[in-house]
Every structure is written in structure tokens, then in C-alpha cells.
């Protein structure tokens, strides 16, 4: 299994306040749910609150033959300011893992 991780710095590592402005605790929940998308059925600009609406593929074993059908499995709604940080922190990790995303667009790379 192949894992890398990116966080916010630890507090100690954070700028002095003269420097910048601290960003508050951060509390971890281990309890907190977790969603496994396969794709991003679409977006959506609601008033100034960023929707992304995820999609996993699942098969369908009712049906003969079985088929796979796109099912929404959750929103993820963000401010446009954390829209933003989200495309840059984003794009920033592929970058370092090798998995340009400029370089995928350039390729052909479509959002469908």
C-alpha cells in the first residue's frame, strides 16, 4: 500500500503572529466520516457556497447482466476562499507525487 500525507504544519512551526495569523487548534475526530468517491459527478456555484457532488461506481447484481450504475455518495460544500485553498493545496500534492495535473490537461485530460 502506497500512502503519502499531507497536513497543515504542526503549531510549533507556525509563523509568530507578527508574521502571519494563526490558524486555530486543530482537533482531530477519529469518528468524523470518511467518503470513498470514484468521480466527481459535477459542480455547482450556490450563492457563493462551492459544491462538488461525488459518484462511486457500483455494480448492480439485481439485473441480469449485472450493471454499473454512477450513485452519488455525498456533497462536499466550501466557501469560495476554501474552494481556493483546496485547488491549490490539491494541486500542490500532485505535483509532488509525480501527478501533474497541467501536465494531465495538457495530454487531453477532460472533466466529463
Sequence with gaps: M????KGVPASDSIPSPAQSPTLPALIDNPFAPEVFATGLAGFANLNGVIVLTLESARC???RQPPSVERVVVGRVALTIGAAQDLVAGLNQFLEQQGLSPSKAMASGATFQ
Excluded: N
Design 60 to 62: 448492480d447484481h439485481a
Design 2 to 5: 502506497r500512502v503519502a500525507i
